[in-house]
């Protein structure tokens, strides 16, 4: 059985950094799409970024490109999300989440996903 714990979450101020893992366990995730979802209180959950762990294809929200990056650690097991240069707006619950890549490319919608993680909070303020 798949199962995602992230930590790392936080309280910075606006300009500051973060880096959110992702521990899974249950497989051995060699050809899994996994990424970074976020969602704030009555939105929808969107994508943050994904990455293919067999042959390592990225995708980033134009939102955080070029401040936030995806890493996978396969020997860990271990999604990670650096996070940098943080605005007001990227406060929100992010979660972990993975899918069997099988004939998938690029999955960006939550629904692609059927393993998720519990959550960890992100709040950006002065």
């Known amino acids: 059985q798949v199962q995602l714990v992230e930590s790392g979450g936080g309280s910075v101020p606006p300009g500051g950094s973060l880096r959110l893992s992702c521990v899974a366990s249950?497989?051995?995730?060699?050809?899994?799409?996994m990424g970074w979802f976020r969602q704030v209180p009555g939105k929808e959950r969107e994508v943050v970024t994904t990455?293919?762990?067999?042959?390592?294809?990225?995708y980033y929200a134009s939102s955080v490109k070029g401040r936030f990056t995806i890493s996978h650690d396969n020997a860990k097991s271990t999604l990670y999300l650096q996070m940098g240069s943080l605005k007001p707006e990227d406060s929100a619950m992010y979660y972990c989440?993975?899918?069997?890549?099988?004939?998938?490319?690029?999955?960006?919608?939550?629904?692609?996903?059927?393993?998720w993680g519990q959550g960890t909070q992100v709040t950006v303020s002065s």
């Open positions: 989440a993975a899918v069997e890549a099988g004939r998938l490319w690029l999955p960006l919608n939550p629904s692609q996903y059927p393993y």
């Open positions: 990455i293919s762990t067999r042959i390592g294809s990225i």
């Open positions: 249950g497989s051995t995730f060699s050809d899994f799409w």
